[in-house]
């Protein structure tokens, strides 16, 4: 039972994040740079770079174009572009046009980008020729051919908008995975990705001197930070290739090509890209570590729980470098809390504390609040609360629910996330997902706290826990330079877990599957022999 003093802090000594935050469109940064430094160059791409000027005008012509075919706010566009310059033209011309953008991936099986459209119902889809994008009976729009010359280059405003464009309008509708294998559309607004662009910008000093990887699929929400927050403080933009985040080795040559100062890893990626530093001739870490990735200051962990581990290899390769945990969910623009910069000691890396305009609130099953270090399940509010799954007001009424802690209309998101206030520092640690909380045998089980144990045996990289066919199985990989002996590993799992908790198999694995946006696949894992 909480007292009135640590009810207070959990509620609102630890939320206390107002913050005045500027600006109506998501676009408004981007459009204070054009104009400050219309010659400073804003994107490069494969050896061709544009300046702000020149992508602005392109933007402007294809926002014009979009408007002339109904293109306005409240309504959607599918963006079908594989990762180029193109599809930074698409994005910024249909918000622009005052439009939300629907990412699909044209790379994905045709009948979920079908459910996509169709759960959208888009005014068009922008693509590219090279594509060849089937949207059905939804026009598609080939930005790389659409004649655009008739449309003038000149700044776009709400005399040329259908309707004029406001800060509650979608800026983006982003389909995640859900339950019933059923994506599920995430609308947010231009509010609510304005107060994340301004809270980061500001949080890591992003400023023009600058240079930023835009290497996360369109398609997951952590691409928002990349695609938004360089050009609204005049940084540079390097736009990295179609499949260019899948290969560690071609985005530390392009980090130390570019002068790379801040990228944005999920933690599965992080562990693969260090290994690839550390795998590498000392020749070539040498012209890496001393020129090329010596520009890199910031590595954010995103999309996953990050193992201290990681963070400790990443610093002992790249020593200068800050590494930030950020954590948040789609539902509530991009990143929720952040901690860092970390320095890889202790067991647990901290989710941290809540961004600007936001609560973080640890309530039990009755939605109360939790004591200090008790764990509860995570609900979210404030500005950057999704406006809801578009099209699914049922879903929408089961995990954004009323908020009883604020003013009238408050809402809060239902994370799903199991986590715990700790210490006195006001930061959050994760728990596990509710959702992996199993019964095993009338046993409660929470495998987090399974892989948390395997993770800190000797020899063992990353690891995994499912539960199958009513028993533990355990899928590991390798630290590098090192071999897993499962039977010392298992050893070591029994001393520290009760006995119900330990894997009854062990499957030691090259490497952990991955789906497009870097994240684990568990569907992809083998079946255990």
């Known amino acids: 039972i909480l ?10 000594g630890w939320n206390d994040t107002a913050r005045e935050v500027a600006g109506v469109s998501v676009l408004d940064g981007f459009d204070a740079q054009v104009a400050a430094s219309p010659d400073a160059v804003a994107l490069s791409f494969e050896g061709v770079s544009l300046s702000y000027a020149e992508f602005d005008a392109r933007v402007n012509r294809f926002a014009r174009y979009l408007v002339s075919v109904g293109v306005g706010p409240e309504s959607l566009v599918g963006v079908a572009v594989r990762r180029s310059v193109d599809l930074l033209v698409a994005v910024y011309g249909v918000l622009r ?3 939300g953008y629907v990412p699909v991936d044209p790379d994905q099986p045709a009948e979920r980008n079908g459910y996509v459209l169709a759960a959208a119902s888009p005014v068009c889809v922008v693509s590219t020729s090279d594509v060849g994008f089937d949207a059905g009976v939804v026009p598609v729009v080939e930005v790389d051919v659409v004649d655009v010359s008739g449309f003038s280059g000149a700044p776009v405003s709400d005399v ?20 019933t294998g059923r994506p599920k559309g995430v609308a ?3 509010r609510s990705v304005v107060n994340q662009v301004s809270w980061l910008a500001e949080r890591y000093a992003v400023s023009g001197s600058d240079v930023v990887l835009f290497k996360t699929p369109v398609t997951f929400d952590v691409s928002v930070w990349e695609l938004f927050v360089p050009l609204a403080v005049g940084a540079r933009l390097v736009v990295a290739t179609h499949d260019g985040h899948r290969d560690p080795g071609y985005l530390a040559s392009v980090v130390a090509a570019e002068s790379v100062s801040m990228v944005s890893f999920v933690p599965s990626m992080l562990e693969v890209f260090v290994d690839q530093l550390v795998d590498t ?11 090329g990735l010596g520009s890199l200051r910031v590595i954010f962990a995103a999309g996953e729980a990050l193992p201290a581990s990681v963070v400790g290899r990443v610093l ?31 067991v647990v890396v901290p989710m941290g504390a809540p961004v600007w305009n936001s609560s ?53 998101y239902r994370t799903g996330d199991v986590v715990r206030w700790i210490g006195v520092s006001g930061e959050l640690e994760y728990v596990g997902r509710s959702d992996f909380q199993v019964k095993l045998r009338g046993q409660r089980i929470e495998l987090g706290e399974i892989e948390s144990a395997v993770r800190d045996q000797v020899g063992v990289g990353s690891v995994v826990v499912v539960v199958w066919r009513d028993q533990l199985v355990a899928y590991v990989t390798a630290a590098v330079g090192s071999s897993v002996d499962v039977d010392v590993v298992k050893v070591g799992v029994g001393e520290r877990l009760a006995s119900y908790m330990v894997p009854s198999q062990f499957v030691v694995l090259d490497a952990l599957p991955l789906n497009a946006s870097g994240k684990l696949d568990r569907k992809l894992l083998p079946e255990p022999v």
């Open 3 to 12: 007292d009135s003093v640590e009810r207070s802090l959990v509620l609102e």
């Open 281 to 291: 001739s000392e020749a070539t870490i040498s012209r890496l570590g001393g020129g």
């Open 360 to 412: 973080v609130l640890v309530l039990d099953s009755r939605l109360r609040p939790v004591p200090v270090g008790v764990a509860g399940e995570l609900y979210l509010s404030g500005v950057q609360v999704a406006r809801g799954y578009f099209g699914r007001v049922d879903l929408s009424a089961e995990r954004f629910v009323a908020n009883p802690f604020g003013g009238v209309g408050s809402r809060m």
């Open 188 to 190: 947010v607004s231009h």
């Open 97 to 99: 046009a005052g439009g």
């Open 160 to 179: 040329d908008r259908v309707s004029p464009l406001r800060s509650g309008n979608t800026a983006y509708v982003i389909f995640t995975s859900g339950s």
């Open 316 to 346: 002992s390769v790249l020593p200068s470098v800050e590494v930030h945990n950020l954590y948040g969910p789609t539902e509530f623009t991009v990143h929720a809390t952040a901690a860092g910069p970390l320095d890889g000691v202790g």
